[in-house]
């Protein structure tokens, strides 16, 4: 060999005996230097392997492995493309300056186009000893002979080439294979890595959006980054519950498409069917190709389809104009997609009918206080005037006009009082204290024009409470009792206790969280129980219907509850139960 070549040579050595004597000595050698070659190639590309799964990006695994063909594997005009979803394409993103100078500007590949797009799309490796005079070649005119095209399956292709005939052997062709498949895996961890991380940024923008519109929106351009720009729709369901129109859609097949509006009653259209299936049914659908079923209509420029189900709210489509276009993981990616599209429109449905709720509520706070006003102000200045003109009458005659005349602006006043305590409630059960139960009772009691009534104040107890509303409480239900609790007429207003039946006996005792108010008078049927506490429920004639209304508000203020039942003496017993006992010594 020449000067500047050297070989590896295997010798074996073996003598030959004549009797005890070697008679001569058989000897063989083999050239073992392609051997050697390769194994070194092999350790190298071992260490390449490592090396490309430290890179952080694709383009950093290209400039790996272009690297690694040349100086590893000897071929120095090499190149990689990827795959460019946003443009359908195959495009160059490292190549030697070899293969720069030989090729010059190296093409980027529509699809379709070239020997190229044929390996990328079957993932099957071509070789070639002439490629000058393979049918299907990109450029008649090249330079190039040998040609290996080697797939990065789902990413790219790799280009290695030689202006020799027949310069690559089944053992370049082995390396090469092993080389892209190291590459593969780093391109397929990448691609994982950054689907997750698309995954957990778009869902937790989907977490802050502020309308149904937005939220869809904020869906179809997660799926479209985290699946690589395939189209996409989500359609929520009319108002009158009969058609899925699009709400937000990512077109990528042509300007003049416009996505559809899917109608519960389509006649002869198959989409429509399959879609309202998947949103009736729950159930998502995965339409591998959509020529091959017979029912679709090919006005449709998609390919392959993903229909996913958005509870109450619509569907979610995602489209392709590929066949076969997505895989497991594609599968896996858009349902969690959907998933957490579903929860997102359940939170902004939330957020809706809370601050609907919350304007609604401003609005009757408005019209509460213009209540108010007119109760405690309008209505009270002509009653005073009218209970004034009264008392001036009394002092000139005697008239027996005038109790009835009193006794209907007692009416009145007694209305005005109920009317402003209950549109006030609300407005104060924040500021607490502690309480002394008994204490307060006995004050409440001397408020109400008891009459005959009878109290009994059996508790020991100190609770923390709004005083205010503690008060209006006990003395509700004690003109609750006083009105209610017998069936005879009332003497005069104000003066509820009955003239033809015995006095009624009040009675305030403990529960162990919480009190009760009882009376041993004629009770509540036990159909009305239900119904007690609605505003304007009586069963006087002389009664406003507005005293254990304001009871139950001023419970529910307070975070506690009230209940109504049969007390031991036959009469009404009201319950009220999650109080805060405290002991006298620490209030």
């Known amino acids: 060999v020449g000067d500047d070549e050297r070989r590896l040579i295997r010798a074996e050595m073996k003598p030959v005996f004549d009797g005890d004597e070697v008679g001569r000595i058989v000897g063989t050698a083999r050239n073992i230097t392609e051997r050697k070659h390769r194994e070194q190639a092999i350790q190298a590309l071992h260490q390449t392997a490592r090396e490309v799964w430290r890179s952080d990006s694709p383009e950093a695994v290209a400039e790996t492995v272009v690297g690694a063909a040349r100086d590893i594997l000897d071929m120095p005009i090499n190149a990689v493309h990827l795959y460019d979803d946003a443009e359908d394409c195959l495009r160059p993103v490292t190549a030697t300056q070899r293969a720069t100078e030989f090729v010059g500007e190296i093409p980027t590949f ?13 993932g099957e490796p071509r070789q070639f ?51 892209v498949a190291h590459a593969a895996s780093a391109l397929d961890r990448l691609e994982r890595e950054r689907r997750l991380t698309e995954l957990q940024e ?57 996505a559809p509006t899917y109608r519960r009653d389509a006649v002869d259209d198959p989409i429509s069917e399959i879609v309202w299936d998947v949103f009736e049914e729950g159930e998502a659908v995965v339409i591998e190709d959509v020529r091959e079923r017979e029912e679709l209509p090919e006005r449709t420029p998609a390919r392959s389809a993903m229909v996913y189900p958005l509870g109450e709210y619509g569907i979610f489509v995602v489209t392709s104009a590929r066949p076969n276009a997505f895989d497991d993981a594609d599968e896996t990616y858009a349902e969690l997609v959907a998933t957490s599209l579903t929860a997102a429109l359940d939170r902004v449905q939330r957020e809706t009918n809370l601050q609907e709720r919350e304007r609604a509520l401003e609005r009757q706070n408005e019209r509460l206080e213009k209540f108010t006003d007119i109760v405690s102000h309008d209505l009270r200045n002509p009653l005073n005037v009218a209970k004034g003109r009264v008392d001036l009458l009394r002092d000139e005659c005697d008239s027996e006009h005038l109790d009835p005349v009193e006794n209907a602006h007692a009416r009145m006043e007694e209305l005005i009082t109920d009317l402003l305590a209950l549109a006030r409630e609300g407005e104060a059960a924040t500021e607490t204290e502690a309480i002394d139960v008994a204490t307060l009772v006995s004050d409440c009691w001397r408020t109400v024009d008891t009459g005959d009534t009878r109290l009994v104040t059996s508790i020991d107890r100190t609770v923390r409470a709004d005083r205010t509303l503690l008060r209006q409480l006990f003395e509700n239900l004690f003109r609750n009792s006083v009105e209610h ?103």
């Open 129 to 179: 000893d002439d490629v000058s005079t393979a049918p299907g070649r990109y450029n008649d005119e090249t330079n190039a002979r040998s040609e290996l095209i080697l797939p990065l399956p789902d990413h790219g292709v790799l280009h290695v080439g030689s202006p020799e005939t027949g310069a690559f052997d089944e053992t370049d062709s082995s390396l090469m294979q092993t080389l």
């Open 202 to 258: 778009r869902t937790q923008r989907l977490m802050h959006t502020a309308s149904l519109e937005a939220t869809a929106n904020a869906a179809v351009e997660a799926v479209q980054d985290i699946l690589t720009s395939p189209s996409g729709g989500v359609h929520l369901v009319s108002a009158d519950g009969d058609a899925l129109p699009p709400t937000a859609v990512v077109n990528t097949y042509r300007e003049d498409f416009e």
């Open 110 to 122: 529509d699809r379709g186009e070239g020997l190229a797009w044929e390996v990328f799309e079957t």
């Open 485 to 587: 609790g017998s069936t005879g007429r009332q003497r005069s207003a104000g003066d509820s206790v009955a003239q033809s039946e015995p006095a009624v006996t009040v009675t305030v005792g403990e529960l162990a969280d919480g009190f009760y108010v009882a009376d041993d008078g004629r009770g509540i049927p036990t159909t009305d129980r239900g119904e007690v506490f609605d505003t304007g429920y009586s069963t006087s004639d002389d009664g406003t219907g507005f005293g254990l209304s304001i009871v139950q508000r001023a419970v529910e203020d307070h975070g506690w509850e009230v209940s109504v039942c049969e007390s031991d003496g036959g009469g009404a017993r009201f319950e009220i139960t999650g109080v805060d006992v405290v002991d006298a010594d620490r209030a």
